[in-house]
């Protein structure tokens, strides 16, 4: 299918080493210890732009705005099939994130079962729930805007943080000022925010080593929507952070504090 302006979609091949939504000849096999299921789904690619050259950094108001429409319209599109519980979106930007092709674009995975970091991510939101009678990320907003010193952007429907537990040096997460599930419930005013701060979360990336700034974006949704920047780049624009030894068999450690990080994203802003 195509979308007007500067977006078009297209949904994958069957073939295509990810999800389906047909699935033949399989048994489920499960024991005690073991579980095998199968697993339907979809899997789509949205084309930002057929400029090859621009980047959700360089794209102008208009052009955002064309695939945060074009994410919204996909999303309602694939939760209506019966088969689907979630759909992911996100951008895999440059090739030190594994992306093959140079065009700017999304993909966006639906599927039949809730992914493993959404189970988790909310089970912290319904034990906070519990526990304090209201939403974790409001709750972390609020606590944020009243110590700003981790805040990096700002509009009148969003902002973005580098959040306290950043394990990525320059991670941030991008969280609505009004609490809403998913990405359908964004006014018109919101869709128009929302392509903004997109656009100046990427361009601040490429100022900080002059260079466009890998990253893997994605957006989550369902108790609080909310989207997760995790950039590989640490010092320079080709020395990268690597998971390895303690903190893939123990636990993440910092490079740098999200305070300082914080600071050096804001100061790239002068430079766009």
């Not at 952007?153 to 609490?179: C, D, G, I, Q």
Request: charged share 20%; with cysteine; net charge negative.
């Amino acid at each position: 299918m195509r979308n007007p302006a500067y977006t078009s979609t297209y949904v994958f091949d069957n073939d295509f080493p990810a999800l389906r939504s047909d699935v033949v000849d399989f048994t489920p096999a499960h024991d005690s210890l073991l579980l095998a299921e199968a697993e339907r789904g979809v899997c789509r690619v949205v084309c930002f732009s057929p400029d090859h050259s621009l980047t959700m950094g360089t794209m102008d108001a208009d052009q955002a705005r064309a695939v945060v429409d074009t994410w919204i319209g996909q999303y309602d599109e694939l939760m209506r099939l019966p088969f689907i519980r979630y759909v992911q979106i996100f951008e895999n930007r440059g090739e030190m994130m594994g992306c093959s092709n140079p065009h700017p674009h999304s993909q966006i995975w639906a599927s039949e079962s809730i992914p493993n970091e959404i189970v988790t991510e909310q089970g912290s939101f319904q034990a906070w729930h519990e526990a304090h009678g209201s939403c974790l990320l409001c709750e972390y907003l609020g606590r944020e805007q009243r110590e700003p010193e981790r805040v990096v952007l700002e509009n009148e429907s969003f902002v973005t943080v580098v959040p306290f537990w950043a394990v990525w040096p320059f991670e941030t997460l991008l969280l609505p000022k009004r609490h809403l599930a998913s990405i359908s419930d964004l006014t018109e005013n919101e869709r128009g925010d929302l392509a903004s701060m997109l656009t100046r979360i990427a361009a601040n990336y490429d100022a900080i080593f002059s260079v466009p700034f890998p990253y893997t974006m994605g957006f989550h949704q369902g108790l609080h929507f909310h989207a997760h920047y995790y950039p590989p780049l640490l010092r320079s624009a080709t020395v990268r952070k690597f998971m390895v030894g303690y903190e893939m068999l123990a636990t993440p450690q910092r490079d740098i504090t999200p305070e300082i990080a914080a600071a050096i994203i804001r100061s790239a802003a002068a430079r766009v």
